[in-house]
């Protein structure tokens, strides 16, 4: 289990901000971020929706990945989003290994994370839904373990059957950063 170091930043609206972080093993050992496919951290919105900050987006850069260092950085505009409050969480997941997958007919159908979850999916098809039908459908009921279709044409009605997807491998690991943060207003 991943553990970020307690940490306490304050972020004022409207400034850049870089939250340097460093993630450990529940044993204190440094958390190897090497094959570390996806980073996301997530701030809270003063509209109650969620930013989220991601690594392939160069919003979140490794800094020294066998020690476990990463940096979150926050433009003007997204510290500007944030919710104005004292001691706020947030949170930081990391997805590692590759991809869940499979070809059917001329669609490749891929999770939307790395890890053995996405063996789970299991996509059935009528033959008269489109593949975005049913992958909109799987993608409804199932918020935290999404599908998409990687290729081929989504308005295309794949043939009767049914499909799982495989060759997942490692995992999601999320770890919540406690209090850790306050958004102050700008000073005028």
Not at 22 to 33: A, Q
């Amino acid at each position: 289990m991943a553990i970020c170091k307690p940490e306490f930043f304050t972020i004022v609206k409207g400034e850049d901000r870089t939250l340097p972080l460093r993630v450990t093993n529940s044993d204190g050992t440094s958390y190897n971020l090497s094959t570390t496919t996806e980073i996301r951290a997530r701030f809270r919105k003063a509209d109650g929706s969620s930013l989220e900050q991601r690594l392939t987006l160069a919003e979140i850069t490794i800094i020294d990945a066998i020690n476990g260092r990463l940096a979150v950085t926050l433009s003007e505009d997204d510290s500007n989003t944030l919710l104005v409050a004292e001691r706020q969480d947030f949170s930081v997941i990391f997805d590692k290994g590759p991809l869940a997958s499979i070809i059917y007919g001329a669609h490749t159908y891929s999770a939307d994370h790395p890890g053995a979850d996405g063996n789970t999916i299991v996509l059935v098809f009528d033959g008269i839904k489109t593949a975005a039908v049913v992958v909109a459908a799987w993608n409804a009921s199932h918020v935290d373990l999404q599908v998409k279709i990687t290729a081929g044409v989504p308005t295309a009605v794949p043939a009767v059957g049914t499909i799982q997807l495989v060759g997942g491998i490692g995992g999601r690991r999320k770890v919540n950063y406690s209090r850790a943060i306050t958004v102050q207003k700008q000073a005028t």
